[in-house]
T-cell receptor
Framework: GNSVTQMEGPVTLSEEAFLTINCTYTATGYPSLFWYVQYPGEGLQLLLKATKADDKGSNKGFEATYRKETTSFHLEKGSVQVSDSAVYFCALSGETSGSRLTFGEGTQLTVNP | EPEVTQTPSHQVTQMGQEVILRCVPISNHLYFYWYRQILGQKVEFLVSFYNNEISEKSEIFDDQFSVERPDGSNFTLKIRSTKLEDSAMYFC???????????FGEGSRLTVL
């Protein structure tokens, strides 16, 4: 079945530091890949997505590239802010229309001023 | 911007009681989901619903759980006899045609005492 593995957390950075959160997946065919963010006390919000190999999703300074050869979708940001503190979830959705999302474990990011 | 809404935001119940969590998905969406997140853990898929029937369910979704779309707008999750381990945040989500973004509600926190 499908699965998603994220780097172990939590991650603590200083403001303006470079961020990488690793995500690898196992799936058959050509899944769509997503990063969701959960701010304290809130629900899940889509941060970015990529639907085919070599696509790059980007939003709010975050980027992730769909790498089929390494089955990865690592999240990066060049300069994090305190407001980026949240839990980040990597997820995948199968090829079938309406497929469920399978989530990774989530990575808690704390950015200190 | 259209959104998924959930009620109640927080419910406290005694073990063995029935609970109904309500969701209003985005109006033109076709696929509906329930996920749950036990505190500090991964977001887990419970069930998906399409064309007025369950399309997929996880091993968590046993006979104590049921879903219903009683009218054209609401999508409910019922837990017949709650257990302590049902304490979690329950997220409703919906999706339109195809395999695009899943939109999540802000969640209903269930506390079973």
């Amino acid at each position: 079945g499908n699965s998603v593995t994220q780097m172990e957390g939590p991650v603590t950075l200083s403001e303006e530091a470079f961020l990488t959160i690793n995500c690898t997946y196992t799936a058959t065919g050509y899944p769509s890949l997503f990063w969701y963010v959960q701010y304290p006390g809130e629900g899940l919000q889509l941060l970015l997505k990529a639907t085919k190999a070599d696509d790059k999703g980007s939003n709010k300074g975050f980027e992730a590239t769909y790498r089929k050869e390494t089955t990865s979708f690592h999240l990066e940001k060049g300069s994090v802010q305190v407001s980026d503190s949240a839990v980040y979830f990597c997820a995948l959705s199968g090829e079938t229309s309406g497929s469920r999302l399978t989530f990774g474990e989530g990575t808690q990011l704390t950015v200190n001023p | 911007e259209p959104e998924v809404t959930q009620t109640p935001s927080h419910q406290v119940t005694q073990m063995g009681q029935e609970v109904i969590l309500r969701c209003v998905p985005i109006s033109n969406h076709l696929y509906f989901y329930w996920y749950r997140q036990i505190l500090g853990q991964k977001v887990e898929f419970l069930v998906s619903f399409y064309n007025n029937e369950i399309s997929e369910k996880s091993e968590i979704f046993d006979d104590q759980f049921s879903v219903e779309r009683p009218d054209g707008s609401n999508f409910t999750l019922k837990i017949r006899s709650t257990k302590l381990e049902d304490s979690a945040m329950y997220f409703c989500a919906s999706r339109g045609q195809g395999n695009g973004e899943l939109f999540f509600g802000e969640g209903s926190r269930l506390t079973v005492l």
